[in-house]
C-alpha cells in the first residue's frame, strides 16, 4: 500500500479524535481519517489538548507552515503537561510544490523540547503508536513528521497495538517555575528514551533514526547517517539533557503565591467558581491565577487565547481576560459556536492588559454580540450565580464586566495564611 494510506491507518488504530487545516501534501491523509477542518491550526490543537484532558487521544494534521500557528500551545504543553496523547503529524512541502515557503519542521522538536519522529516506509505504521506513547510517557505533545515522496511511496502495512500508557498534568503545588523544572526532568528522561528507541535500526552499516529529536548521543552515528543521504538535522547540536539539580519549586517551599489584588472586582465571581467546584481552563493574564491559592479552579493552562477551545473538548468551561481573547481566543470562539460545543465560556472584561501593567483594551461586547453573551456586572452577585452554570447544551458566553483598582498589580498572599 502506498505510505498515505499506511499512515492513516495507523493514525485510525491510535488516535480517538483527529483535527485537521488542509493542505498540501496532508489534504488527502486528513480526509481519509475523517478529521475535522477547524478554523485554524491553533485551535486544532487547543481542541486536543482538551480532548487529551477528557482521557482521549488525538491527533492533529497540519502542512509546515501550519505548524508555525500551533506553536503557542505546543511550547507550553511541554511545562503543563496533559492526560492522553496528543500526536501532531506535520507534512512538509520540501520544494514548495503549494507553499510559498520551505521550512523544516523538525527543529520545532527543539524549540518545544518535544520529541520528533521521521518514520521510513519500514515503521510509518509503528512510529504513529511509538509517538503516542511517547506523548504520554513525557507529558508533552509529540510531532510525526512526513514528505511527499513518503506518502507517495510503496510500504508494507505494519501495524503497531495501541498502549494503556497516561501523562499527567503539572502538580498543582509547584510555581509556573517549578513546573518548568519538573518539565526539564521529564526532557533528561526523553533523551535517553530516545537513545534506545526500538524503531531505530541499522541496515547493514547504515543507521536508520526514526527518532530524529532528540538525535542520537553517538557522533558517529549521526556522521554515518547523515552520509547514507537520510534527511537527518545537519549541523544538529547533540543536547546534553538539562540540568536537574534541586527540588521543582513549591508554593509552600517560596512561602506565598500570586494572586488577585484585594480590591479585584473579579473576587466574586471567582467566589462562586470556588464554591462550587467547577473546574476551568485557564487563559494566560489575570485568569492564570485563578490556578493558584486561594482559589484553585483552575485545571491547565496553554497559552494566551487558549482558554476556550481546550475546554471546549474538556472540562466545559473556560475562563479568559478580555485581551485574551481579542488576541487569539475570537477563532475559537467563533469554531465553538458553529460546532454548537457546550462550553461555559467566562470572560474577566476589565478593558485593560491587567497582568502587563494596564494597557487599553477595546471593548469586548462590540466583536462578540453575535455570540449574545450574558453581560453581568461584577458586583451583582445574584446575576453571577444565574449566569455561572453549565449550558444545557450548546455554547453560552458571560462577560463580567469591572474596573481595576488604580495602581493595583497583582499583590502577593502569605502561602500560610490561605
Not at 147 to 153: E, K, M, V, Y
Not at 278 to 290: P, V
Not at 298 to 303: I, M, P, V
Request: charged content about 20%; glycine content about 10%; proline content about 8%.
Amino acid at each position: 500500500m502506498k505510505g498515505e494510506e499506511a499512515l492513516a491507518r495507523a493514525i485510525l488504530r491510535s488516535a480517538d479524535r483527529c483535527y485537521t487545516v488542509p493542505g498540501y501534501p496532508v489534504s488527502d491523509l486528513a480526509g481519509r481519517v475523517g478529521a475535522a477542518i477547524t478554523a485554524n491550526e491553533k485551535v486544532a490543537v487547543e481542541y486536543a489538548l482538551g480532548d487529551s484532558l477528557s482521557g482521549r487521544r488525538a491527533a492533529v494534521i497540519v502542512k509546515h507552515v501550519g505548524l508555525n500557528a500551533c506553536a503557542d500551545p505546543l511550547v507550553h504543553a511541554t511545562a503543563q503537561g496533559l492526560r492522553a496523547g496528543v500526536v501532531i503529524v506535520v507534512g512538509d512541502d520540501l520544494r514548495a510544490a503549494a507553499s510559498d515557503v520551505v521550512q523544516d519542521s523538525r527543529y520545532y522538536g527543539e524549540v518545544a523540547r518535544v520529541p520528533v519522529l521521521e518514520p521510513d516506509g519500514e515503521t510509518i505504521g509503528p512510529a504513529v503508536e511509538a509517538a503516542f506513547e511517547a506523548s504520554e510517557t513525557f507529558s508533552r505533545i509529540a510531532i510525526v513528521r512526513v514528505t511527499p515522496g513518503l506518502l507517495d511511496a510503496d510500504v508494507p502495512e505494519t501495524p503497531a497495538p495501541r498502549s494503556g500508557r497516561e501523562g499527567s498534568l503539572a502538580d498543582p503545588g509547584l510555581t509556573m517555575a517549578g513546573r518548568a523544572q519538573a518539565a526539564d526532568r521529564r526532557t533528561a528522561a526523553m533523551v535517553a528514551w530516545s537513545r534506545t528507541s526500538p524503531l531505530n535500526r541499522y541496515e547493514g552499516d547504515v543507521f536508520h533514526a526514526v527518532t530524529v529529536y532528540p538525535p542520537p548521543a553517538d557522533p558517529d552515528v549521526l556522521a554515518r547517517t547523515l552520509e547514507a543521504g537520510r534527511p537527518f538535522l545537519r549541523e544538529h547540536r547533540l543536547l546534553e539533557p538539562p540540568a536537574t539539580t534541586g527540588e521543582p519549586e513549591r508554593f509552600s517551599a517560596r512561602g506565598y503565591s500570586r494572586t488577585f489584588c484585594r480590591d479585584c472586582p473579579f473576587h466574586p465571581a471567582l467566589a462562586i467558581l470556588s464554591e462550587r467546584r467547577m473546574r476551568t481552563t485557564c487563559d494566560a493574564g489575570c485568569a492564570i491565577l485563578a490556578m493558584n491559592p486561594p482559589y484553585r479552579v483552575g485545571l491547565a493552562t496553554y497559552g494566551l487565547g487558549s482558554s476556550v477551545a481546550v475546554a471546549a473538548t474538556g472540562p466545559g468551561i473556560a475562563l479568559a481576560g478580555d485581551y485574551a481573547l481579542l488576541h487569539s481566543g475570537l477563532a475559537a470562539l467563533i469554531d465553538v459556536y458553529e460546532r454548537g460545543l457546550p462550553l461555559l465560556c467566562i470572560v474577566l472584561a476589565n478593558n485593560r492588559m491587567g497582568m502587563t501593567g494596564g494597557h487599553p483594551v477595546p471593548d469586548i461586547l462590540r466583536y462578540i454580540a453575535w455570540a449574545d453573551p450574558v453581560v453581568c456586572a461584577a458586583d451583582d452577585t445574584g446575576a453571577l450565580r444565574r449566569a455561572l452554570t453549565l449550558p444545557e447544551e450548546g455554547p453560552r458566553t458571560v462577560v463580567i464586566k469591572g474596573t481595576c483598582p488604580e495602581g493595583a498589580h497583582h499583590e502577593t498572599l502569605e502561602y500560610r495564611d490561605l
